[in-house]
T-cell receptor, first 114, second 115 residues
Framework: DAGITQSPRYKITETGRQVTLMCHQT?????MFWYRQDLGHGLRLIYY???????DKGEVPDGYVVSRSKTENFPLTLESATRSQTSVYFC?????????????FGPGTRLTVL | AQKITQTQPGMFVQEKEAVTLDCTYD???????LFWYKQPSSGEMIFLIY??????QNATEGRYSLNFQKARKSANLVISASQLGDSAMYFC????????????FGPGTRLSVLP
């Protein structure tokens, strides 16, 4: 299906485990983003990518790693999950940042770290 | 640095009435875009409306309009003829132009439409 997808949609893991959240978009958008959403904080940017092999930190990058070997995929890895990383994670994409374009969001992944 | 402020954590409106959700922003970028997104209880983020900083007219999309006052750095969302399905969280966001300009979101306003 066209659009932006995230997997898994729900994940429960334990403290200290490595977790990877997947994001895939079919539009060939240049930009991709990872946000976390927590009560009282709205959406906070974790990492973003302007193109394949180009990534930059956002507001809250600590404890997360990203990669972008292909334009359509932007996985987010929690190297050693902590309880404070329990959150809803949204992936988003947009066309080139050289113009103003809206972001399109995936459905989100609800992650619980026990 | 860019910043978005939404001072209304929650709002109530009667069905069929109009409602204004406030958004103020701060940026030093000469060019930028302002966006509103809706997040219903199901969780997805839905794009509603966009206003460019150099647009002369306020943006409109169906029942949504954006009251853009550049000098006051405000970009309020107006929803006309509220419907029960408008009950949701609403986020104001901003993006500057150029490479590396990512989005900044406000904390959101929860709108409840009363029958």
């Amino acid at each position: 299906d066209a659009g932006i997808t995230q997997s898994p949609r729900y994940k429960i893991t334990e403290t200290g485990r490595q977790v990877t959240l997947m994001c895939h978009q079919t539009w060939s958008h240049s930009y991709m983003f990872w946000y976390r959403q927590d009560l009282g904080h709205g959406l906070r940017l974790i990492y973003y990518s302007a193109a394949a092999d180009i990534t930059d930190k956002g507001e809250v990058p600590d404890g997360y790693v990203v990669s972008r070997s292909k334009t359509e995929n932007f996985p987010l890895t929690l190297e050693s999950a902590t309880r404070s990383q329990t959150s809803v994670y949204f992936c988003a994409s947009s066309e080139s940042g050289l113009e103003i374009n809206e972001q399109f969001f995936g459905p989100g992944t609800r992650l619980t770290v026990l | 640095a860019q910043k978005i402020t939404q001072t209304q954590p929650g709002m109530f409106v009667q069905e069929k009435e109009a409602v204004t959700l406030d958004c103020t922003y701060d940026t030093s970028d000469p060019s930028y875009g302002l966006f509103w997104y809706k997040q219903p209880s199901s969780g997805e983020m839905i794009f509603l409306i966009y206003q460019g900083s150099y647009d002369q007219q306020n943006a409109t999309e169906g029942r949504y309009s954006l009251n853009f006052q550049k000098a006051r750095k405000s970009a309020n969302l107006v929803i006309s003829a509220s419907q029960l399905g408008d009950s949701a969280m609403y986020f104001c966001a901003m993006r500057g132009m150029g490479y590396g300009q990512n989005f900044v979101f406000g904390p959101g306003t929860r709108l409840s439409v009363l029958p």
